[in-house]
């Protein structure tokens, strides 16, 4: 039994993989993590290339990551929110799930799946995408779990003075960028727990299934 699983945050080390890997943590089958930061993935352009054999005919880097899809019992996905949706290099990526479905294709159907969303103010929007996805798909979502992370204008260099930005937005005027008001995942363990516990649920699971068969 094997779990992958992915982070589809452009910013690589930062909030969604690590809650990502949080996840994967308690798991005791095999697990692999990748990052889609860095990698190009384009989205579905509807060539219906894929129909005959369940394979993607856009080359691009999802080309190396089909095998390692089609090879896993379960996935972990995890994005970030940009405007309250899921972010374009995420959505790409389950966009191309779409070579899956064709003749009651078995590639990912029946699999198990684990939504992880990050968000500026909150990944909620993101994981009932991922839902969405997962569902069109066929994959049982045994769970998801959000935490709140660092938007990109705690960084950008304007973020205490920009009125349109996520730090004047969401905490107020005057706010100063230091580490007491910076978003961090150690400030929220109890998100951090409900990543580890949703790795145990889905590693007994696959345990389940392993014994039935």
């Not at 993607?56 to 089609?70: A, G, N, P, S, Y």
């Not at 979502?141 to 660092?150: E, I, K």
């Amino acid at each position: 039994m094997k779990v992958l699983g992915i982070s589809g945050s452009p910013r690589k080390g930062n909030n969604t993989d690590r809650l990502v890997k949080e996840v994967l943590s308690t798991i005791t089958v095999e697990t692999e993590f990748i990052s889609l930061a860095g990698k190009k993935i384009d989205p579905c352009i509807a060539c219906l290339g894929c129909v005959e054999d369940n394979i993607c005919k856009v080359k691009d880097d999802m080309q190396r990551l089909r095998q390692k899809i089609v090879d896993a019992d379960a996935y972990v996905i995890g994005a970030a929110n940009y405007y309250s949706v899921i972010n374009g290099l995420s959505h790409c990526f389950l966009e191309r799930f779409y070579q899956f479905r064709h003749k009651e294709g078995k590639g990912v159907c029946g699999k198990l799946g684990v939504a992880v969303g990050v968000g500026g103010r909150n990944g909620d929007p993101v994981v009932e995408n991922i839902k969405t996805f997962f569902q069109y798909n066929q994959i049982d979502c045994v769970g998801a779990v959000t935490a709140q992370g660092v938007a990109s204008c705690f960084t950008c260099g304007y973020g205490e003075t920009c009125k349109v930005g996520a730090v004047y937005t969401f905490f107020g005027p005057g706010t100063k960028i230091n580490e007491e008001t910076t978003p961090s995942l150690d400030k929220q363990p109890e998100k951090l727990e409900e990543a580890r516990e949703l790795g145990r649920q889905l590693d007994a699971r696959l345990k389940g299934f392993a014994a039935a068969t």
